[in-house]
């Protein structure tokens, strides 16, 4: 049943590229120029009212819905706000009937995410689902489901379900621009073939775990580790950083790079790991200042870059390259080499790779 891996999470991270497939199929033209998205039964009035939209979910699937605000800015001009659905149910949100509330979560299950759903409905607002079971319980109440093609996920820890979040994320994104027009027809159709081609970038970056394993059984006796980035590279620093907690026990951290100056940079002390992820081209300057001023304080800097970006290799101990891609796709590269290297402190710790202390894979009570 695990498909010769010895471990579900690590058969689940390579079945990313084929799920990454599944979750496009028949969702973008022929010709590439257009998202279908026939699940989405809002009128085009209706697309054209929301004034506000709310991401709300928990765990993996909110660091999802992190990744979804700074996309739908940027491509929809909408303003987006991102609530840990335990938050958002009681903090009385200011929500109506030109909100859409996005909600994510892969079992369709968690507690407070069905609850955060509710609370959203009974306010009046629109609700579309991003979810990876059929009939869940998020997927009979939303208005609207955009599903996941990730198949069962078996292991706590999330992965594959997270990039094909991503993938509805980037669908729904490229959907309101279109219905709004607020992108140039050719601007929509360069993402959507990139978006296209993502899943075989996906692979290469699988096939190139070497540098990864061999940094965990480096660095596996870590008590804490950081996680920095900027804009995007941000949001997939949390994901990172939660699937190292998780899995292997290790502290770990995930900064907004330019926050280090305002507190962080007083733990940074001598080969303390540090991951750095600098794949954003508009960003990536400011990055390489950011690696300087650990590097400054002898942390080990392994480094996160696009292909291409080779000014990197100055500053940092090691760089892992992902392949070109537009930079707003890149999270779904990106978060690969984390999630493996989680999975690979964890075994090196002789942890429980598939059933983490504590935790349970669908939290139903609150
Ligand atoms: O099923 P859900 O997507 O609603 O689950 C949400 C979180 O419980 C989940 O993503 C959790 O954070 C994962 N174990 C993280 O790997």
Not at 88 to 114: H, M, N, W
Not at 248 to 258: N, V
Not at 287 to 308: P, Y
Request: glycine share 6%; charged share 25%.
């Amino acid at each position: 049943e695990k498909g010769g891996y010895e471990h579900f999470m690590l058969k689940e991270i390579h079945e990313q590229p084929r799920v990454i497939r599944d979750t496009l199929k028949g969702r973008i033209s022929h010709q590439g120029d257009k998202v279908i998205l026939d699940e989405i039964n809002l009128t085009p009035q209706q697309i054209k009212g929301i004034k506000k939209i709310i991401v709300t979910a928990c765990g993996t699937a909110y660091h999802a819905g992190l990744v979804g605000k700074y996309i739908i800015e940027q491509l929809v001009r909408i303003p987006v706000e991102v609530d840990i659905a335990s938050e958002f149910r009681y903090r009385d949100p200011i929500v109506d009937k030109d909100t859409l509330v996005v909600v994510v979560s892969q079992s369709g299950e968690t507690a407070d995410t069905l609850a955060a759903l509710r609370e959203a409905r009974r306010r009046g607002a629109r609700v579309v689902a991003i979810t990876n079971v059929i009939a869940s319980s998020v997927a009979r109440e939303a208005d609207d489901i955009i599903y996941t093609w990730a198949g069962p996920e078996i292991s706590v820890a999330s992965t594959k379900a997270y990039t094909t979040q991503l993938v509805a994320l980037y669908l729904l994104a490229l959907y309101l621009a279109q219905e709004r027009n607020t992108l140039a027809a050719g601007n929509i159709t360069e993402i959507l073939n990139e978006l296209k081609a993502i899943y075989t970038k996906a692979q290469e970056v699988l096939d190139n775990e070497q540098p990864i394993k061999e940094f965990a059984e480096k660095y596996h006796q870590a008590e804490d580790t950081f996680f920095i980035g900027r804009g995007l590279d941000y949001a997939v620093a949390l994901e990172g950083s939660l699937k190292l907690k998780e899995i292997s026990y290790i502290h770990a951290e995930a900064y907004a790079a330019g926050e280090l100056k305002h507190g962080t940079l007083a733990l940074i002390v001598e080969n303390i790991p540090v991951i750095a992820l600098a794949t954003q081209k508009s960003l990536f300057e400011k990055m390489v200042s950011n690696i300087k001023e650990v590097k400054a304080r002898d942390a080990s800097v392994i480094a996160l870059a696009m292909e291409g970006h080779t000014e990197v290799e100055k500053v940092a101990d090691q760089v892992i390259y992902i392949p070109k891609t537009h930079q707003v796709l890149a999270p779904i590269l990106t978060v690969i080499p984390l999630q493996l290297l989680a999975y690979y402190m964890s075994v090196c710790r002789g942890c429980d790779v598939d059933k983490p202390r504590n935790l349970a894979k669908s939290v139903t009570v609150e």
